[in-house]
């Protein structure tokens, strides 16, 4: 299987590829624990051996069970395709319908080895972020995509290609669930057996729905959140100087050092993972490595006084960091840091997620399969090191921000001293969600994470894309709009016309910026011109992270600052998938799961291309449309004042949208004196 051909014609299994050994030169995914019974392995191992005729049950049954002993998953290894995983151009792929060759692009992306995590796996990032179960799904998928046609859709359900159903060319061409479980058994422990039996899938947000596009998706919201953080608590946009301490290398948070160097701040990301850091060391993300916590704060206090750009990665353990910046607060008065997070994988901080400061990453990987009780309370215990120090540090002036990852969640869980108050339906911390505090009120204003990929693999039409996207912005801008959208447009314009210069590719040629619904509209539109007129060469997909206004419902980060008691409902998300599908959508996706982890969020996504024909232009308008005003208008209902001015004025330009807004109550007293009554 090492043609594209090849991968696109079915499971090989007459004869099947020979069986190799795990190739260990490659990170693989930590050894998961799903405490199976042995009626419950039974069951995994014929779940597997649906994929395969009788003849090969024989043959594969011992490897696959061997699998199942050593990886608490079966993988499927030996039906790894030899091929060179990446984007192949577009008009590459073996393919009768063009919509399905764009899938078969951005699949391959969301595997390609510079992208994901763990690529032999099939995990994109975040430890467990799956783009299959394993690779027979991924064989079968690529074989369907080639042989449909405009009026067939691909059902997929957590992973597995139901199969290819007769639809209608407006229709979409794929529509995704992963982990649809019954609500009062979404739990860690349900999920790792569902997962082991090869019937769920955690797809979390862009890696189940094939639309990640490497850090530079993360790079982005980042770079807004740090420098809307210097706005708010700092009182300007001026970092030079300032230092900006959080964790994680390794799949989306390799995002963060690069974010820093563009805000012009010092980044200091603690990574216990050597391999993962040296990754995007010689990527280029990260520029300097310490080694030592004494290394590490002496280049903090060179960066600090020369008021440099620069990112340290230091490899250790966060806690260390933490509890050596109080040490030199405490001893010399020097407070070395300003703003502080996490981006740690705390969603799953107990296979991988986190590991604890008193165990090396070595022993970590071991102990949480052979003694996860053990481990279990290690990491809790760090999680409470952790905060604690981060505790004495905002005391003493530093701004701390939880940055959606279920860090607060995880700590407070652990009985870390992270709670300001509890009670009713929700749990409020001593730390605001960077949604709350931060990019709430950007949420509720319409902007939003929205993606494009060129699927020409061109790096010219990457930089006609750019071009276009900055003239329409500042065309925007130049006709009117308010101070707070303008605000946001002149952050875009600057980020996508130094996008470039920063050398943000991974894998795909991608790019992504943040607009409203008429950004996204206008671009969309101005793309697919470029295509029809030849000034772009290939199709372009567009997309957008879950992570945004519309597209995801999770009471912990997207709709953290919902305060109508809606905040654990899940209408939205449900609402964004099914009205993108009828709307135009090329392929949607709905997830249970997503940054705060499995059964604490419901996600909804979806892909479209854009090929330059009249019809994708006109889906491209009115899909968008629906996918930003769904969201602002339930933020309008929940109280927002920004979201109310934002869907009042869409109501203005479009006569067809008319949207519920609220009464306010003037009096609030009045609800005083009515309960006591």
């Not at 308010?482 to 875009?492: G, H, I, S, T």
């Not at 709905?590 to 232009?617: I, K, P």
Request: proline letters at 5%.
């Amino acid at each position: 299987m090492g043609s594209l051909k090849e991968i696109c014609d079915g499971l090989p299994v007459n004869p099947p590829p020979r069986v190799r050994p795990r190739d260990e030169t490659v990170p693989h995914a930590p050894v998961r624990t799903p405490n199976l019974t042995q009626d419950e392995q039974r069951l995994a191992l014929q779940n597997a051996l649906r994929y395969f005729p009788p003849e090969l049950h024989a043959t594969l049954a011992p490897e696959f069970a061997q699998e199942l002993r050593d990886y608490g998953h079966i993988y499927m290894y030996r039906f790894r395709p030899d091929i060179e995983m990446r984007a192949y151009p577009i008009d590459e792929y073996p393919a009768r319908s063009r919509q399905a060759a764009a899938i078969m692009h951005m699949i391959m992306n969301n595997l390609d080895p510079r992208v994901a995590q763990f690529p032999h796996e099939l995990v994109t990032y975040g430890g467990n972020r799956q783009v299959f179960s394993n690779w027979a799904q991924f064989l079968l998928v690529m074989h369907y995509l080639s042989i449909m046609r405009d009026d067939q859709t691909l059902v997929m359900c957590s992973g597995h290609p139901q199969g290819l159903f007769p639809s209608h060319t407006s229709a979409p061409r794929v529509v995704i669930t992963n982990g649809m479980v019954i609500p009062n058994y979404s739990s860690r422990e349900m999920y790792e057996k569902l997962f082991a039996l090869g019937v769920t899938m955690y797809g979390q947000m862009t890696a189940g729905s094939y639309c990640y596009i490497g850090p530079q998706g993360i790079v982005h919201g980042t770079t807004l959140t740090v420098l809307n953080a210097g706005r708010r608590h700092i009182g300007s946009s001026d970092l030079r100087g300032r230092v900006f301490v959080t964790s994680g290398l390794g799949g989306m948070s390799g995002a963060q050092p690069k974010a820093a160097v563009i805000c012009g701040c010092v980044g200091v990301i603690a990574e216990v993972s050597e391999e993962a850091l040296r990754k995007r060391y010689d990527q280029g993300w990260l520029m300097e490595i310490a080694d030592s916590l004494e290394d590490c704060i002496r280049k903090i206090r060179h960066a600090r006084q020369d008021q440099l750009a620069v990112s340290i990665g230091y490899h250790g353990n966060i806690v260390d960091l933490w509890e050596r910046l109080v040490y030199e607060y405490d001893s010399t008065g020097d407070l070395l840091v300003d703003i502080g997070s996490d981006q740690t994988s705390c969603h799953n901080p107990f296979l991988g997620g986190y590991y604890p400061v008193q165990l090396s990453y070595e022993d970590s990987r071991m102990m949480m399969h052979s003694d996860p009780v053990r481990f279990k309370n290690l990491v809790q215990e760090s999680l409470r090191r952790q905060v604690a120090a981060i505790n004495r540090l905002s005391e003493a002036g530093m701004y701390f921000f939880d940055y959606g990852n279920a860090f607060l969640l995880e700590a407070s869980r652990a009985g870390a001293d992270v709670i300001k108050d509890s009670g009713g339906l929700s749990v409020r911390f001593r730390y605001p969600s960077y949604v709350q505090d931060i990019m709430g009120d950007i949420f509720s204003l319409g902007f939003g994470p929205f993606r494009w990929v060129c699927t020409s693999c061109e790096p010219s039409d990457l930089e006609t894309t750019d071009n276009i996207a900055a003239a329409v912005m500042e065309d925007i801008v130049d006709q009117g709009v308010p101070e707070a959208v303008a605000m946001q447009y002149r952050d875009n314009i600057r980020w996508i016309k130094e996008a470039a210069q920063h050398k943000l590719v991974v894998g795909s040629q991608a790019r992504i910026l943040y607009a409203d619904q008429n950004g996204r509209s206008t671009i969309a539109v101005a793309f697919n011109k470029a295509i029809k007129d030849g000034a772009i060469q290939g199709p372009v997909v567009i997309s957008r992270d879950h992570h945004d206004v519309s597209g995801t419902d999770s009471p912990f980060r997207e709709t953290a600052n919902i305060y109508d008691g809606s905040s654990f409902c899940a209408d939205m998300a449900v609402q964004n998938v099914i009205g993108d599908s009828f709307r135009g959508a090329t392929w949607v996706a709905l997830h249970n799961g997503g940054g705060v982890g499995w059964g604490e969020v419901m996600n909804g996504g979806f892909g479209l291309v854009l090929d330059g024909s009249e019809d994708a232009g006109e889906r491209a308008k009115l899909m968008l449309g629906w996918d930003v005003s769904n969201g602002v208008a339930r933020r309008s209902w929940s109280g927002n004042a920004y979201a109310e001015e934002t869907i009042c004025r869409a109501m203005d330009q479009n006569e067809r949208l008319k949207v519920t807004v609220p009464y306010h109550v003037q009096d609030e007293s009045i609800l005083d004196r009515a309960l006591r009554e």
